[in-house]
């Protein structure tokens, strides 16, 4: 939910229990008003009664009984009593039926006579009017609370159109993008802070970004150049006539250990590089293609080992990701399995829409299993590995949010590696 | 045949041009690329092989160079870097060709030929080694003018031997140039010698003398006979 609609709906759930409370305390106050004006006017009337008894004392038998309202009847009480308000029920005429009235009591002796007077003033509209009022007040309450919604709504999209105009930029961001990003200037302090914030952390990112990035360049440049050296004069010294058997066989060796140290470096900058994501770029990879292909490059020398390879290929298998990344995946587990697989025994290759399994026969490993895919982990057994290729197949699919297992079936003696997109 | 090696690291140049004289190219080197800017200018080459990081400038620019002067030289791009990126701009630019350091001087060898040979439309479109004749347009090999069948990669195997006569090749250089990197790591002592048996049967059946000498335990010299 948006933050406008959000705000919007708060401030009207708010207004909701402040209009009915205001319901009620609005038709209380209104009330207790009416009230003492009612009481008022009781006490004044009382005061004119009081005035005309006391300038024409009636005969007991001609007191006033024609006005319902105001009641006066000789009383043997001598005492003079203040008078009381009470709220009571009254045969209404117009209505037919009781109503409430408003009823003020008093003893008043004018002379050696007293007289019992009862004054009513009956509620009639008063009440109505106290209801009325109140609700329509609170409705008209309630209309400004969505008015004033509304113009929240259209004042706050306004206000709030530069901060969306960070989220934009902010989704298209990329470290490595061709541009600097450009967060928009706002003449709201906040966001003209937050746009200038991320302006610098942006920078700062990008140069920190380029600057790995160029230390990995250069590190791989700066290794590579030596080992160059040291295989070229290896090359020039092979050519020498002086040599005997044991000279050219150091030789060999020298070289194995050049070529190993030179994969291993690149192995390891690749790692880097993965870790940087400095392989932004991704395709839709049609795996089916490049896992045959791959497996028919090395038909010779599967063809020499005796080993046979059972595919199982799901033609127009699409998975995006980066295309050198997919080939080093792909090529390490079908390398791995080619290269320590049994001779003459078989491997299976199945690649589905979900899933890529690769099994071969062989000892079970020298090491613990939880190890298969850490670094520098290998079998010592072949002086030519690296020990670094599983540990790259594990770091590109955990770029990718895939999953690499690892299992080895003693009864069948099969390792197995499966990976699932 | 002239050649311009262009590399800022001392050793490197040394050690190229050694190998590349020795195979009878006339070899001209800059260390820089502006004395390079120069030299492309100046005289024509038949091939350049530039290095991509150069002190003063990025090899790339030389290959612009060439291309913008309509130069006929091929072009090998080599870069320590592994980046498929150099490699494509590279060949977009105009390069024939990209290796990536480190490499072997027979493997330099056998792409300078091989860009020589797909260059000259008109020249030497055969490769004679005493009785055997290669045909490259149609990786084709005849022996006493009789076609020789050969697998693909017993053809390339055959054409590196050649490309590198009176050169000994180490199996793992031969290996890496005919099957690819792919076989980088593996052990293949074995395979080659059972590729290289096939060859030379097929070889010695057609009727050619054996010019596959084996070192053993470093690899084989395709020669003329001691």
Redesign the interface.
Known sequence: MKLLHKTALYLLLAALPIALGGVFLLNEYIHRDILDEIDELLLSEFIQVKEQLRQHPPAATDLPGWDPNVQIALTTTPAQTAPTYKDTLAYNHREHEPAPVRMLRSTYAVGNKAYRVTLQQPYLEFDEIARALSVGVIVCFLIVVMLLVGADILVTRRIWQPFYGIIGQLQQYRVDGPDEAEFPASNVAEFNLLSQSLDVMSRRTRHQYAQQKQFTDNASHEMQTPLSVLSFELDLLQQSDRLDETDLDRIQRAQQEIQRLSAMNQSLLLLAKIGNQQFPHEDAVNISDLVTQLLDNYSDYVAHRGITINRMIKEETFRNMNSQLAEVLFSNLIKNAIRHGDANRSIFVQAGTNSFTITNEGDPLPFPEDQIFGRFVRNQALPQSTGLGLALVKEIADQYGMSVTYKYAPSMRRHMVQVDF | MKILLIED?P??LV??R??LE?EQYNVSTANNFRTASVKVHDYDYDCVVVDI?LPDGNGLAIVKELKDAHSQAGIIIVS?????DDKLTGLELGADDYL???????ELNARIRSLMRRRQHDGETQLVFGAITLVPNRKQVLVANQSVELTI?EYELLLFLVTNKN??L???VIVEHV??D???????H??LY??VRNLRRKLLDAGSPDYITT?????YIFTEGE
Do not use: Q, V
């Not at chain 2, 990536?100 to 027979?106: N, Q, S, V, Y």
């Not at chain 2, 070192?215 to 690899?219: N, V």
């Open positions: 690291e050793s490197l050690a190229m050694h190998y020795g990081t320590a870097k592994n980046s498929l990536t350091k480190p490499f072997h001087l027979p990669k050169r000994l180490s199996k793992s099957w690819g792919y076989m980088d790591g593996i052990d293949s074995d395979f059972t590729h070192r053993y335990g470093a690899g």
